[in-house]
Structures are given as structure tokens and as C-alpha cells.
T-cell receptor, first 116, second 113 residues
Framework: DTGVSQDPRHKITKRGQNVTFRCDPI?????LYWYRQTLGQGPEFLTY????????KSRLLSDRFSAERPKGSFSTLEIQRTEQGDSAMYLC??????????????FGQGTRLTVV | GESVGLHLPTLSVQEGDNSIINCAYS??????FIWYKQESGKGPQFIID?????DKRQGQRVTVLLNKTVKHLSLQIAATQPGDSAVYFC????????????FGSGTRLQVQP
């Protein structure tokens, strides 16, 4: 499978615990995005990398959230001291900058986080 | 603030009919408007996009119409099939500055056999 891969698919955690999600983008894609999606809503942008540089962060990304893309390939999203409001689907997407308008982002299947 | 919204949360159509999904947007500075399809348990999938200086673009069985005067975007699906059942999101994007997509809240399309 050469699409965007996310791990784990599901995560249940107790409030206050830390969680980390991984995203493996399509191999030649230099842009990587993290979005959060709650039930019935469209994805909301969290942060974006071009290669290893984190170029933009949404105001939704509180100081409990941190994302990295150390070698410009896979990325991790960590949530510290999880709260029930963090329960959502976390989606990763990748795209290739430099070819056209870059409107076609390829999304992974997401990690569904439930904080109990 | 900026928003991309949808008129109807659920649309039910008969198999073989044409479907029209509508979207209103408020950010007239967007350079592109895009439609994504999301099936249950999957991430969104790109369908078609349209640049802000165009008013119509056709793909395979899909047509996107853009009316900048009333800030309205629509997705037309011809000969709707059961496999078209999903949630459809409109999104917008700028060429410069913010690179991310801004999504609306989605319309669920249900195709009745």
C-alpha cells in the first residue's frame, strides 16, 4: 500500500495520559498536514510541515500538542495530559508541492482517539 | 471569521438520478475551491477542484460550478450510484500564505437503490 499510513487506528486513553500518533506520508510527498475531525464536522487544520520544517500551526494546537517530522519523512503528533475534549479523529495528509495548485491532499484513514 | 458552510446536512437520491450538493463560502479571497468525499471509516478523498477565476469544471461524472457573485459552490454528480454514498465536503485554499485546506461541515449523500 503506497498511500498515507497512520498508526494506531484507534487509541483509548485515560484523561491525563500522553498519547503519540504516527503518520507515514506518501514517500515522495514533501508536505504533511495534521487535521482533527469531530463527528459530523469537516477536518480542522492543526499543523503543516514542508520537509522537516513546521511552517504553520493553528490556534487549535495548544501547548499540550506537539508535532515533529524529524527527517522530513514520517511525522508524530503527541498530545500531553489528554482531556476529554481531545477525543476526535486525527487525520494526516500529504501532498507534493511544486506540481500545480496542491489542492489534492492524500489523507490517511486517521487515528480515532477516545479519552475516558 | 472565514467559513465554508453547507446548506443541507443530508441528501437522499435515487440510484441513477443526478445529485446536486451545495456549499456557501464567505472567504472571497480563496484561490481554489475543492470537493472531497469521505466514506465511513476512511479519510477524505479528493474529487475535483476549481480555480476562483473559473465558473465551471467537469470531471468524470462530476461537475463543479462556482458562482462568485453569491459565493456559492455546487457539486453535480451524474447518474448517482450506490458507491457515491458518502459525506461530501467543500473546502477552500489559497495559493500563497496559508497552505492548509479549510473545510465545511459536510453533506451526507444517501443513494437509494
Amino acid at each position: 500500500d503506497t498511500g498515507v499510513s497512520q498508526d494506531p487506528r484507534h487509541k483509548i486513553t485515560k484523561r491525563g495520559q500522553n498519547v503519540t500518533f504516527r503518520c507515514d506520508p506518501i514517500s515522495e510527498h514533501n508536505r504533511l498536514y495534521w487535521y482533527r475531525q469531530t463527528l459530523g464536522q469537516g477536518p480542522e487544520f492543526l499543523t503543516y510541515f514542508q520537509n522537516e520544517a513546521q511552517l504553520e500551526k493553528s490556534r487549535l494546537l495548544s501547548d499540550r500538542f506537539s508535532a515533529e517530522r524529524p527527517k522530513g519523512s514520517f511525522s508524530t503528533l503527541e498530545i500531553q495530559r489528554t482531556e476529554q475534549g481531545d477525543s476526535a479523529m486525527y487525520l494526516c495528509a500529504s501532498s507534493l508541492a511544486g506540481r500545480g495548485p496542491d489542492t489534492e491532499a492524500f489523507f490517511g484513514q486517521g487515528t480515532r482517539l477516545t479519552v475516558v | 471569521g472565514e467559513s465554508v458552510g453547507l446548506h443541507l446536512p443530508t441528501l437522499s437520491v435515487q440510484e441513477g438520478d443526478n445529485s446536486i450538493i451545495n456549499c456557501a463560502y464567505s472567504n472571497s479571497a480563496s484561490d481554489y475551491f475543492i470537493w472531497y468525499k469521505q466514506e465511513s471509516g476512511k479519510g477524505p478523498q479528493f474529487i475535483i477542484d476549481i480555480r476562483s477565476n473559473m465558473d465551471k469544471r467537469q470531471g468524470q461524472r462530476v461537475t463543479v460550478l462556482l458562482n462568485k457573485t453569491v459565493k456559492h459552490l455546487s457539486l453535480q454528480i451524474a447518474a448517482t450510484q450506490p458507491g457515491d454514498s458518502a459525506v461530501y465536503f467543500c473546502a477552500e485554499k489559497k495559493d500563497t500564505g496559508r497552505r492548509a485546506l479549510t473545510f465545511g461541515s459536510g453533506t451526507r449523500l444517501q443513494v437509494q437503490p
